[in-house]
């Protein structure tokens, strides 16, 4: 079985493999530059999903692993599965969700071979011994790859390169495509009129789109994705995988610092930590967690400048997230496994009330935000239900608003953002009967009024949102994504002025939970549950810019003020990870 192997290079390592370079003769008839038209990276919709995709058939020999989804559509032929296995994703076929790829893979297609010619080759040409720069190039009929196709970006990880061919597209055995100096695997587009046929050994990188079919010969592999239109894609104990952990690029450079113990093991049961707020005063970190039982649940507070716990304070069982009042006196808690939520005294650390919330009824109540004289409390454990607590003291219910689904982390709007300031948005999974299957949303309420008054449809069933936050100019929401088929998942980018999503990013988790953004809305932090790692996005790219090792099972994050540091909680163990960015994002 072969595998896909990171190798360390230039700034920014991507997944590489070096090989003797042998070059073989080719004539550029045409080279020309138009710097007037950059060459574009098109979206792939509901094909970003997809680690292979096909018109008619897959069909698989030996031991191949894909890591995403296996789609066809129209055709609902897929044989050799196992032996081949999936490390995440899920098999579609002729279904819904494969036709929407294909759909999808066609505008793309599309849309590539619109793009203008930077340099052009009129007769087959050998793309082996080249190192190109970012750039559209166009083959009028085929092309080869013998020895080495080296990438190169200079130092720009946002640089494209769309290769546009004829006809074929036929790597020679033990050959490889290289990026160097920034380049990404998911910037580099092959356009293909025909098929693709990849040699024996041979690696290669990028977006396959091709007319026809794509064939991997034995041990081929591919870093990216194969999307074939209309016919066949056959493997032969090959490697998919779209996803590359990517590590830290000079321009933010992170390290790991320190692992806090916050909730330690109790009678061999791991204790678990989940939500993670900056306290008002900038000085700590307030951590929900319990020791290795739901009850009694506590509070810890970080410090940040020791990075240790100084204080505790008792709350209800299995608190969950934590939110502070608008002057910052007091802090409110969901307790999971009590159905309540607590109100605290900031200073002196005084517990002041558990309010029981199992009557309203309201089931594992887990996110939280304070909107004033509100506190929406939303619920991950039954469908269609916000709680609307008053935040005076003794705490009361004021309200409930109806929702249409199950929901997860609220995030209040900028009180002074472009679009529906001070609102609550709020991520909502509505599930049918098929387990794994609904119709995920994000969902704009009144806190004043208990009402919903904006909601925007999200675009990939089968995966549930579970939180939100919002740039700071209120034009964006951001909504983590776990997808229960075990696909890569990501986050949708929200358009909050047209109520639209915008674009899918891909962050190589399936399960992407909490999120913290930084004072600028340029960085987005997210929590990758099943790989241990937390992503950061780059928000003017819509794309991962670093992957950060997490511990076990991250959770939550919480950014200091002046973003130099973030705190992320990790379920799994119990630990708050300490992760230091040089500069502060």
Same mark, same amino acid.
């Given at each position: 079985m072969m595998s896909i192997t990171p190798h360390p290079q230039g700034p920014r390592r991507l997944p590489i493999t070096k090989t003797v370079v042998r070059i073989a003769g080719a004539v550029l008839l045409v080279a020309s530059s138009n710097? &007037?038209? =950059?060459?574009? =990276?098109?979206?792939?919709?509901?094909?970003?999903?997809?680690? *292979?995709? +096909?018109?008619?058939?897959?069909?698989?020999?030996? =031991?191949?692993?894909?890591?995403?989804?296996?789609?066809?559509?129209?055709?609902? !032929?897929?044989?050799?599965?196992?032996?081949?296995?999936?490390?995440?994703?899920?098999?579609?076929?002729?279904?819904?969700? +494969?036709?929407?790829?294909?759909?999808?893979?066609?505008?793309? #297609?599309?849309? &590539?071979? =619109?793009?203008?010619?930077?340099?052009? #080759?009129?007769?087959?040409?050998?793309?082996?011994?080249?190192?190109?720069?970012?750039?559209? #190039?166009?083959?009028?009929?085929?092309?080869?790859?013998?020895?080495?196709?080296?990438? %190169?970006?200079?130092?720009?990880?946002? +640089?494209?390169?769309?290769?546009?061919? @004829?006809?074929?597209?036929?790597?020679?055995?033990? /050959?490889?495509?290289?990026?160097?100096?920034?380049?990404?695997?998911?910037?580099?587009?092959?356009?293909?009129?025909? /098929?693709?046929?990849?040699?024996?050994?041979?690696?290669?990188?990028?977006?396959?789109?091709?007319?026809?079919?794509?064939?991997?010969?034995?041990?081929?592999?591919?870093?990216?994705?194969?999307?074939?239109?209309?016919?066949?894609?056959?493997?032969? %104990?090959?490697?998919?995988?779209?996803? *590359?952990?990517?590590? $830290?690029? %000079?321009?933010?450079?992170?390290?790991?610092?320190?692992?806090?113990?916050?909730?330690?093991?109790?009678?061999?049961?791991?204790? /678990?930590?989940?939500?993670?707020?900056?306290?008002?005063?900038?000085?700590?970190?307030? *951590?929900?967690?319990?020791?290795?039982?739901?009850?009694?649940?506590?509070?810890?507070?970080?410090?940040?400048?020791?990075?240790?716990?100084?204080?505790?304070?008792?709350?209800? +069982?299995?608190?969950?997230?934590?939110?502070?009042?608008a $002057?910052?006196?007091?802090?409110?808690?969901?307790?999971?496994? @009590?159905?309540?939520?607590?109100?605290?005294?900031?200073?002196?650390?005084?517990?002041?009330?558990?309010? %029981? &919330?199992?009557?309203?009824?309201?089931?594992?109540?887990?996110?939280?935000?304070? !909107?004033?004289?509100h506190i929406l409390i939303t619920t991950m454990g039954n469908d269609g239900l916000v709680a609307d607590v008053a935040s005076s003291s003794p705490l009361t219910i004021h309200g409930s608003i109806a929702i249409p689904g199950q929901s997860g982390r609220p995030a209040t709007l900028p009180a002074n953002g472009t679009y529906y300031p001070g609102k609550v948005a709020i991520p909502v999974f509505v599930s049918t009967s098929n387990q794994g299957t609904g119709y995920p949303s994000l969902v704009i309420v009144d806190p004043t009024q208990d009402s919903i008054v904006a909601r925007v449809s999200l675009t990939s069933s089968g995966a549930a949102p579970e939180a939100v936050v919002v740039s700071p100019d209120g034009k964006y929401a951001y909504v983590s994504l776990f997808d229960s088929t075990g696909a890569a998942g990501g986050v949708w980018v929200v358009s909050l002025e047209n109520l639209s999503t915008k674009t899918v990013i891909i962050t190589c988790d399936a399960a992407n939970y909490g999120e913290a953004m930084s004072a600028d809305g340029k960085y987005l932090l997210v929590a990758g549950f099943l790989e241990n790692q937390v992503a950061l996005i780059d928000t003017e790219t819509d794309s991962v810019d670093t992957i950060i090792k997490g511990g076990h099972n991250p959770n939550a994050i919480a950014l200091t003020k002046d973003n130099s540091e973030a705190f992320f909680t990790n379920q799994g163990d119990g630990t708050v990870t300490v992760v230091s960015f040089v500069p502060s994002l």
């Open positions: 710097m &007037l038209t =950059a060459q574009v =990276a098109p979206s792939l919709g509901e094909a970003q999903r997809f680690a *292979v995709l +096909a018109g008619s058939t897959v069909t698989n020999t030996g =031991a191949s692993v894909l890591d995403g989804d296996l789609g066809v559509s129209p055709g609902k !032929a897929v044989t050799g599965f196992p032996p081949g296995t999936l490390a995440r994703g899920a098999i579609h076929a002729a279904d819904a969700m +494969a036709a929407q790829a294909q759909t999808d893979t066609t505008t793309a #297609y599309n849309n &590539l071979a =619109a793009e203008a010619c930077t340099t052009s #080759y009129g007769i087959p040409t050998e793309l082996g011994g080249k190192t190109l720069t970012p750039g559209v #190039y166009c083959l009028a009929t085929s092309g080869t790859v013998t020895g080495t196709l080296t990438l %190169d970006a200079g130092g720009n990880p946002n +640089a494209v390169w769309v290769f546009k061919v @004829g006809s074929t597209v036929t790597t020679a055995a033990s /050959s490889s495509v290289n990026l160097i100096n920034s380049a990404q695997q998911h910037n580099v587009f092959w356009q293909v009129g025909s /098929s693709v046929t990849l040699g024996t050994g041979s690696k290669f990188q990028g977006e396959v789109l091709a007319l026809t079919s794509i064939s991997f010969n034995s041990g081929a592999s591919l870093l990216g994705r194969a999307l074939a239109r209309n016919g066949a894609v056959t493997l032969n %104990d090959n490697a998919v995988s779209f996803c *590359v952990c990517i590590e $830290p690029y %000079d321009a933010i450079a992170s390290k790991v610092v320190k692992t806090i113990t916050v909730a330690p093991t109790v009678n061999s049961v791991k204790g /678990s930590v989940f939500g993670a707020t900056l306290s008002p005063d900038a000085k700590s970190i307030w *951590v929900a967690g319990y020791n290795g039982t739901t009850n009694p649940g506590f509070v810890s507070l970080v410090d940040i400048e020791s990075q240790a716990v100084t204080s505790k304070i008792g709350v209800g +069982a299995g608190p969950a997230d934590i939110a502070f009042s $002057p910052g006196g007091r802090a409110f808690v969901t307790n999971r496994y @009590g159905a309540s939520v607590s109100m605290v005294q900031v200073s002196p650390l005084v517990l002041k009330q558990t309010l %029981d &919330l199992s009557h309203v009824p309201l089931q594992l109540p887990f996110g939280i935000v304070d !909107a004033n004289s």
